[in-house]
């Protein structure tokens, strides 16, 4: 394991950690995602996550970027795997690939489903559950050491049942879980009884709302997301410089309250704005809310 792991960060006795997703483009050049990451390494982030295919669309591999940025600036990537694309024999490929190149992490969903306009000529795999994927990527030897994390959605009216899931999957070997962005009391709430009931680490989820297009377009098509109405409220004939400096202040906000209940800040950057993720890592840390 590197000294300077995820890993290490997130289970020892220093600052909890930043672990910022960051998304891929549609196109192969990476210039500019290259250096949105090292932007965001550089302003304190200890982990790169890379969702796998968000929506539904394609964009550059996940697992492929995770060793570009691994391999090219010696960043700790984390790449999203979902039970959608992959059969049995792929994900085995594909996991054996990942340690090959010393990604020491995963976090395996279930994925979100094709769009209905592309279910004509693309269909989804899923030959696992989220459950039996963690269970099937605990059992393959590695030469390193290989975590896997799940998601939690903190955001479901039966979160209950969410609950239920997730122990299971900490049976199966999950290490940690990733949340939902945290913007209701119910969110907040739901994120309280997770750290009451699971052992492993938490990471919450925290992602800027930039304008009120962006929050009516998550809460009527990202499932798993929910801002509340009176952040949406706030949006309101509010310019880009302004819906920024909403953002940056909804998200200190949202950490001071998650803070406690937490191993770590798990931070999505909305539309790869990361020197707005930047500034609200460094607000995160000016008020003391990494201290454990």
């Known amino acids: 394991m590197s000294e300077n ?3 290490t ?25 290259m250096a949105g990451a090292g932007e965001l390494a550089a302003a304190g982030a200890s982990l790169i996550t890379i969702a796998d295919c ?24 984390m790449p999203h795997l979902t039970c959608r694309d992959r059969n049995r024999n792929a994900s085995r490929a594909l996991l054996l690939g990942l340690a090959a190149e010393g990604i020491e992490q995963v976090l395996l969903v279930t994925g979100d489903p094709i769009p209905p306009e592309d279910r004509a000529d693309i269909h989804g795999v899923y030959d696992f559950t989220s459950r039996s994927f963690i269970r099937y990527a ?3 030897e590695t030469p390193g050491p ?3 994390f799940a998601a939690l959605n903190v955001n479901v009216r039966n979160f209950g049942r969410q609950l ?20 209701t009391e119910r969110a907040l709430e739901n994120l309280k009884m997770a750290r009451q009931t699971l052992k492993g680490k938490l990471l919450g989820g925290i992602i800027p709302v930039v304008s009120q297009r962006n929050a009516l377009y998550m809460n009527e098509h990202i499932a798993g997301i929910e801002v509340d109405e009176r952040i949406v409220a706030l949006y309101e004939g509010a310019d880009r410089a302004r819906g920024e400096a909403l953002a940056e202040e909804i998200s200190l906000a949202a950490a001071e309250q998650i803070a406690p209940c937490i191993d770590g800040f798990y931070l999505m950057t909305p539309f790869s704005r990361t020197a707005l993720m930047a500034r609200i890592m460094e607000s995160i840390r000016r008020a003391g809310l990494t201290e454990r």
């Open 9 to 33: 960060a997130l289970c020892g006795q220093g600052e909890k950690p930043f672990a910022v997703e960051l998304d891929t483009p549609d196109s192969p050049d990476l210039t500019k995602y």
């Open 164 to 183: 239920e899931l997730a122990v299971q999957k900490e049976q199966c070997g999950a290490c940690g879980f990733f949340t939902q962005p945290v913007l």
């Open 5 to 7: 792991s995820f890993w």
């Open 138 to 140: 605990a059992g393959i």
């Open 54 to 77: 968000p929506n539904g669309k394609p964009g550059v591999d996940s697992s492929l970027a995770a060793c570009r940025l691994h391999r090219d600036l010696g960043l700790q990537a």
């Open 146 to 148: 290989f975590r896997i």
